[in-house]
């Protein structure tokens, strides 16, 4: 990074403590708000994606799997399937993966951060700031591949940033690899070498300096990066010829992006954080012009990254037709964030408010966040609560022969029904009970009857709902199952609704596991039916 600042003496403690020993203290921190109660929650929808596609029976299914479902780079699961193969059964080790990735990100938080600051007490309050974050806590638990990417990330941006204090060729190509393995970890991902290359010409037409890789090595290696694409272009060409099928999400104009944007950083929080600054302004009237003075390439660098990624997420969006808007695919933009949070949190002078401002952000964000997390979900970060595990078991202990389950798992899109003869797909929105949740037992059968239900009740369907029904109406008992997704006109209990008066089904059972419909019906109301819990 170029900059004129000078390095901290190391030898300074930082909340009382030696930087050294604040740093194991973060990572043991780290440690425990990811481990703790990690296999407290059912897998969710899309972590049950990730275990199907990562469990296929051989890697090249695994691939295909990925190709055909995922709308992402096999890497992420080939890693996790490579993990469940050594692993017992478990949510642990299904979690295991992102939970490495992330513990080892706060650590790579700290190096980043020296090479951004020059100065350990930010790069320590970074990493801390990483290491209790409910966003970074919630993708450490999260059975897909966005803290895989956000470590690949960090190691990407610290070997760019080598690259403008040394002319290394290990420099460039562990720079060059790290880019290649963050872009295969999620295409969305490919944001971060955008931000990279405006950098990199700001560098050049902004900074008087001769300390930058030269114009043949950056474009060689970029380059190189692109010709990597390849290796997996017949994906991605399917994936853009039929991108309407990945369109999930709803499109939105741009304030309404930018609105989905700023709350990923709890506005609430974000203001809390700059009264605790206005309050202790007034203590100690902070120079600014003296702390941003020679810190202004540090800045368009951290400001670059943060905008970044929203605007590759509007500008694709917008382009193919297909909307991205979700904080998850703008995830990258949260370590910025982080970085300019301890950039500010360090502006006074006074070793009293150094240590107090950083700590009354801290204080705050562990008493509105962490803690109010942990008593509504068991995480330090908030959750997607689908206790598919729960209503599984529930079917396996009182599934017969002779039922039949209509499913929407959330897998299924309107746009694959007619896609009857696609196995693959098939298989795929049978997820749920593709998993170890699935228990084979006696009396009940390996692969049950499922027929899938779609997201959404348009007329253009009507006939592959008449179908199902009319093969549902067959059995004596139905179990009506699944998720409402966000983008639905029908909650699944009006398919329940619909059966009870339409069809003469009597209800025996109905129930939500966390997000998760389930309900019993039987044809013969007068059937004495005892269900095991």
Avoid at 344 to 364: E, Q, T
Wanted: aromatic letters at 18%.
């Amino acid at each position: 990074m170029v900059s004129n600042n000078t390095i901290i003496d190391e030898s300074q403690d930082y909340f009382g403590i030696k930087p050294k020993y604040c740093l194991v203290i973060i990572l043991l921190l780290s440690i425990f708000f990811r481990v703790f109660n990690i296999s407290h929650t059912s897998l969710w929808t899309d972590e049950l994606a990730t275990y199907w596609a990562s469990t296929a029976p051989t890697i090249h299914e695994t691939i295909d799997r990925v190709a055909e479902t995922q709308g992402q780079s096999p890497l992420y699961y080939l890693l996790e399937r490579a993990c469940l193969e050594n692993l017992p059964e478990g949510e642990f080790s299904v979690r295991f993966l992102s939970l490495a990735a992330s513990i080892i990100s706060v650590y790579l938080m700290f190096l980043l951060g020296k090479q951004i600051f020059k100065d350990e007490h930010r790069a320590l309050f970074a990493s801390l700031v990483f290491a209790i974050h409910d966003t970074s806590v919630y993708y450490a638990l999260e059975a897909r591949p966005y803290s895989l990417g956000i470590m690949f990330a960090l190691l990407s941006m610290i070997f760019f940033i080598r690259l403008f204090s040394s002319r290394s060729v290990v420099n460039l190509l562990l720079y060059t690899v790290f880019s290649v393995l963050t872009f295969y970890s999620h295409y969305v991902f490919a944001s971060i070498l955008l931000v990279q290359n405006i950098y990199y010409v700001y560098v050049l037409l902004a900074v008087k300096s001769d300390c930058r890789p030269s114009l043949i090595k950056w474009y060689s290696s970029q380059l190189v990066i692109a010709l990597s694409i390849p290796l997996l272009l017949f994906q991605l060409s399917g994936m853009f010829s039929n991108r309407e099928r990945w369109d999930w999400l709803l499109q939105l104009d741009f304030l309404g992006a930018l609105a989905l944007f700023i709350s990923m950083f709890d506005p609430r929080v974000t203001l809390i954080f700059i009264g605790c600054f206005v309050v202790f302004y007034f203590i100690e009237k902070a120079d600014f012009k003296s702390y941003f003075k020679g810190q202004t390439s540090q800045l368009v660098f951290l400001l670059t990254w943060l905008v970044v990624p929203f605007l590759f997420v509007f500008l694709v969006s917008k382009i193919l037709h297909i909307s991205l808007f979700d904080k998850r695919y703008m995830v990258l933009s949260m370590i910025p964030f982080y970085f300019l949070l301890s950039f500010l949190a360090h502006i006074f002078k006074s070793d009293v408010l150094r240590v107090a401002f950083p700590g009354a952000y801290l204080v705050i964000y562990l008493g509105m966040v962490s803690i109010p997390n942990y008593m509504t979900y068991g995480h330090f970060s908030y959750r997607i609560t689908h206790n598919w595990r729960g209503a599984i078991t529930f079917v396996n202990k009182n599934y017969k022969a002779g039922d039949v389950i209509l499913l929407r798992s959330g897998f299924v899109n309107e746009n694959w029904i007619p896609s009857t003869d696609n196995k693959i797909v098939q298989d795929y929105v049978k997820c749920p009970f593709k998993s170890y949740y699935w228990k084979k037992k006696k009396g009940v059968p390996a692969h049950p009857t499922i027929y899938s239900l779609t997201y959404t009740w348009e007329k253009d369907f009507y006939p592959y709902y008449d179908l199902i029904f009319g093969k549902a109406m067959k059995y004596d008992r139905i179990w009506v199952m699944g998720v409402n997704t966000p983008n639905t006109n029908y909650p699944l209990s009006n398919i329940t609704i619909m059966l009870e008066k339409e069809h003469d089904y009597y209800k025996i059972y109905e129930a939500s596991y966390a997000g998760v419909y389930l309900c019993l019906l039987s044809a013969n109301p007068l059937r004495n039916e005892t269900l095991s819990f």
